[in-house]
């Protein structure tokens, strides 16, 4: 079972809109998946937890935007794809 995890910060207006649409496609695809919410509560969690922005979305630990690994802009701010 894949675990997908929705990183965010308090405030943040689109980590909703993110979790229903990682539950749709799950649906869609008949996929179970353990699904968490993380909170990022400040910068020094944001470097620790490599923290692009809100919402990030990371499936088995990975980034779902490609060449996410090569950024180091770690940040409670929000991401635009």
Request: hydrophobic content about 40%; glycine content about 4%.
């Amino acid at each position: 079972m894949p675990l997908i995890e929705i990183l965010y910060f308090d405030g943040c207006p689109n980590h909703h809109p993110a979790l229903a649409l990682v539950e749709r496609v799950c649906r869609e695809l008949g996929i179970e998946a353990e699904i968490r919410l993380e909170n990022v509560p400040d910068q020094e969690a944001a470097r620790r937890m490599r923290f692009l922005g809100s919402p990030t979305v990371r499936v088995d630990g990975c980034d779902v935007e490609p060449y996410a690994d090569e950024r180091s802009d770690y940040a409670l701010a929000c991401r635009v794809f």
